[in-house]
């Protein structure tokens, strides 16, 4: 006898559960209520390569990315050091390789530029304040302006705030 009157209790809280949340879901706004027309990619015919692009909204809007970097610990913008002096005549190239993309044959250099805080996205033969990109490794671009050459290698900012490694070898 008890058994069956705990499971009719508890078949009526469910029951009363179902309806609160029903009400509760019933009350809240559709989605296209709140939200505007759901973004749209245009599709063309298959075969045919020349897709419209989506609209992607104006660089600036990323600003808070540059500003406050997400995998920073901080949150604050990675210091730019200062570059010793090589004697070229060459421009003086002052730019940071904040990232690398790499997709098949298509490569691109996230450049952030301190003089105009933004970041530009480059790919190879693409210049910047004079010189221009050579090469687009994993882990560095080459640069070039007239006869001289840059490399700026991609920096992790994260690595020194890593623990060093333990020592397999050591027994203590």
């Avoid at 879901?25 to 759901?38: E, F, I, K, L, W």
């Avoid at 897709?51 to 970097?69: H, K, S, T, W, Y």
């Avoid at 001289?148 to 890593?162: F, G, K, P, W, Y």
Wanted: charged share 20%.
């Amino acid at each position: 006898m008890g058994g069956r009157l705990l499971t009719a209790g508890l078949s009526a809280l469910c029951l009363a559960l179902a309806a609160a949340i029903y009400g509760v879901v019933g009350d809240m706004p559709s989605r296209s209520a709140t939200a505007g027309p759901a973004p749209s990619i245009a599709r063309s015919a298959p075969g045919n390569e020349s897709a419209e692009q989506p609209v992607l909204p104006p660089i600036e809007a990323f600003r808070d990315m540059v500003d406050r970097p997400l995998f920073n610990p901080t949150r604050r913008p990675i210091a730019v050091a200062a570059r010793p002096d090589r004697g070229s005549t060459a421009a003086t190239l002052n730019v940071m390789l904040s990232g690398i993309v790499i997709n098949g044959d298509r490569r691109f250099a996230h450049l952030y530029l301190p003089q105009d805080r933004r970041v530009r996205v480059l790919s190879v033969g693409d210049a910047v304040d004079g010189w221009r990109i050579q090469s687009i490794l994993p882990d560095r671009i080459r640069l070039s302006s007239g006869a001289a050459t840059e490399e700026i290698v991609l920096q992790d900012a994260h690595a020194a705030s890593r623990p060093a490694p333990a020592n397999p070898g050591s027994s203590k």
